[in-house]
């Protein structure tokens, strides 16, 4: 079900005002929200919903179990391993395995070798990507004694499968969600206001600015061999706020349809193309996804505080990692780890001439650089990658 269509329009206002005059009690709210999500879910395919409940049900268990070993360490380690590879293998086959398995195919035949490899025909779940994080993050920050599990089953499953944020983020962590479906709830006329007039920007951001973006966009990258540089930067151009007509546009939408519950979810988008370098663009965009990996990859390898080469290593194997989340294709890793590249650039390089020219001057230079970072993300194939490229300078 999309925010943007007719069925989400006639679901909205019958869950709302189920929710609030029918469904008073916390615990018949949380069921409630539950059964609207899973509806929800289970609009696009009503088999991601036995996936999304097996994860839900593997992370609430391990809480517990984490909970009753406490004090002893290395069962503890032992708990939040099992779970985190269970729900990583299950992200792994429904999203990876045939793209690992077919490149496996490719790198044996480049020396020599007929591999008759096996790949599965089976339908990417939609969201798996953010559900599964926010379940990591849940054993995560457990094990860690961030936070003490919940035993309020209901409650946990109502956090993982929240609707407004189910497919597309933010990605909540359990410390900032879960607390709230743990607590009464009343209505706020205020913050109800606030949240439809957020889901009226989400909205226009996304059927004014993405949605009509899209039709040139789609007719330029379909014709990009007949086309000149001039036209290709163009379509780069209005990729740029295409995609971020998208991706913020929907976090307006999930962030105001929770206000109407009650519930508040993180910021995710801030002005990023308003930014001065790089690093400040990753810190505007899709600031749910960059904090999960900050927190979860990046700070665990050993952050900044390691010798300049770890360092250095720690920034690539993170964006690499970011790139690849968003997509089972070498263009994405090739995005993440052209992002890794500025990053360092800027750390060790640009850093002291950036400080010296004018702001707006910055940030011309971040819209640069993102534009043609929107290139390879948005060209799956390497060929139509390097021709888009290639024309885009001159070349």
Known sequence: MLFNSFEFLVFLPIVFLLYWFAFKKLRAQNLFVVVASYLFYGWWDWRFLILIAFTTLCSYVSGILLERQEGHRHIQRLI?????VLNLTILGIFKY???????????????????DWVTLDILLPVGISFYTFQALSYTIDIYRHKMKPTHDIVAFFAFISFFPQLVAGPIERATNLLPQFESQRTFDYTAAVDGMRQILWGLFKKIVVAD???VAVNQIFANYQTLDSLNLVWGAFLFTFQIYGDFSGYSDIAIGTAKLFGINLLQNFNFPYFSRDIAEFWRRWHISLTTWFRDYIYIPLGGNRVSTLKHIRNILVVWALTGLWHGASWNFVLWGVYYGLFLLLEKFVLQKYLKKIPSWLCTVYTMLVVMIGWVFFSQTDFGALGHYLGTMFGI
């Open 212 to 214: 009509t973006c899209a």
């Open 97 to 115: 395995f045939n793209f690992f398995s077919e490149n496996l195919q490719h790198l044996f035949q480049w020396f020599g070798f007929e591999l």
């Open 80 to 84: 939040s391993i099992a779970n985190i």
